[in-house]
C-alpha cells in the first residue's frame, strides 16, 4: 500500500449504564388540600401514557368554589346580568385561584354541576419512578403525588479514564452498544463531562444523551461507548 499522510484519532472507548433523563421529567402535585379517593396507578415503574388517569382527588376547597360560582351564574340568569356579570367572573376566577383547571372550570360550566371529585391525568408518558399517593391518604397542597420519566430519551453515565479524558468534548458523537440487544447501534452526543474524578477508579464521567426508539433501552443496562474523533 502506498504510504499516505494523515491523522491518526485516538479511540476512545468506555463502559457505563444507562440512566433516566432527569431533564425529561413531569412532576404531579396536588394543588390544594384533599383526600385521594381512588388510585389507577398503583405501584413505581409502572408505564403510563400521556392523558392515561392516575388518581381521583376530592377537594373540598373546589366544591365550595363551583358552589358559589353557580349561584352567582344563576343569580345573573335572573335577567340582573349587568349587574351581576362581575360576581360571576369573580366567582370564576376564584375557581382558577383555588387551582382548579380551565378544562376543570369549563366541565362545571357546560354541566351546571357541581364536582366533587376530579381525575388527574398524565402529562406526559413515560414510567412512574415516584409514587407519594395512596387511596385514603390525605394530601397537603404541593405535595408530589406522581414523579414521571420520559422515555424518549435515556442519559448513559460513561467511565472515561482521566488519561482520555482531554479526547472529549461537549458536542462530540458518540455510539452506543448494550449486550441485552445484539446488533443495535445507538447513536447520540456528549451532553456533559462532569467536573468531578472518582478517586477509587481513577475515571471522569461523561454524560451522552442517547434517542431511545421504542423503549428499548432500559435504566441500569450496561453499555459500552465509543466516541468519535474530537469535533474542530
Known amino acids: 500500500a502506498e504510504v499516505t499522510?494523515?491523522?491518526?484519532?485516538?479511540?476512545?472507548?468506555?463502559?457505563?449504564?444507562?440512566?433516566?433523563?432527569?431533564?425529561?421529567?413531569?412532576?404531579?402535585?396536588?394543588?390544594?388540600?384533599g383526600f385521594v379517593e381512588k388510585l389507577y396507578v398503583r405501584a413505581p415503574l409502572d408505564p403510563v401514557r400521556k392523558g392515561q388517569p392516575l388518581a381521583q382527588l376530592y377537594v373540598p376547597e373546589w366544591v365550595s368554589a363551583q358552589e358559589e360560582y353557580l349561584s352567582a351564574r344563576r343569580i345573573a340568569d335572573t335577567g340582573l346580568e349587568r349587574i351581576l356579570e362581575?360576581?360571576?367572573?369573580?366567582?370564576?376566577?376564584?375557581?382558577?385561584?383555588?387551582?382548579m383547571t380551565e378544562d376543570q372550570i369549563r366541565l362545571v360550566e357546560s354541566t351546571g354541576k357541581v364536582h366533587a371529585q376530579f381525575t388527574v391525568?398524565?402529562?406526559?408518558?413515560?414510567?412512574?419512578?415516584?409514587?407519594?399517593?395512596?387511596?385514603?391518604?390525605t394530601v397537603m397542597a404541593g405535595a408530589p403525588l406522581f414523579r414521571i420519566n420520559g422515555l424518549d430519551t435515556v442519559w448513559v453515565n460513561a467511565e472515561v479514564?482521566?488519561?482520555?479524558?482531554?479526547?472529549?468534548r461537549p458536542g462530540n458523537r458518540a455510539e452506543a452498544r448494550t449486550?441485552?440487544?445484539?446488533g443495535m447501534v445507538f447513536k447520540g452526543k456528549v451532553s456533559?463531562?462532569?467536573p468531578e474524578v472518582n478517586p477509587a477508579t481513577r475515571t471522569i464521567k461523561a454524560r451522552i444523551e442517547l434517542s431511545n426508539?421504542?423503549?428499548r433501552l432500559k435504566p441500569g443496562m450496561f453499555a459500552t461507548v465509543n466516541f468519535a474523533q474530537r469535533d474542530p
Open 213 to 215: 426508539p421504542g423503549g
Open 179 to 182: 449486550p441485552a440487544l445484539p
Open 5 to 33: 499522510e494523515g491523522a491518526l484519532a485516538p479511540a476512545v472507548e468506555a463502559v457505563g449504564t444507562v440512566a433516566y433523563n432527569d431533564s425529561d421529567v413531569e412532576l404531579v402535585q396536588a394543588r390544594n388540600n
Open 121 to 137: 391525568h398524565a402529562p406526559m408518558s413515560g414510567v412512574v419512578v415516584e409514587l407519594g399517593a395512596r387511596e385514603g391518604m
Open 192 to 194: 456533559v463531562l462532569l
Open 86 to 99: 362581575g360576581m360571576v367572573d369573580g366567582a370564576r376566577q376564584r375557581m382558577r385561584l383555588a387551582g
Open 161 to 168: 479514564r482521566e488519561s482520555q479524558a482531554s479526547e472529549i
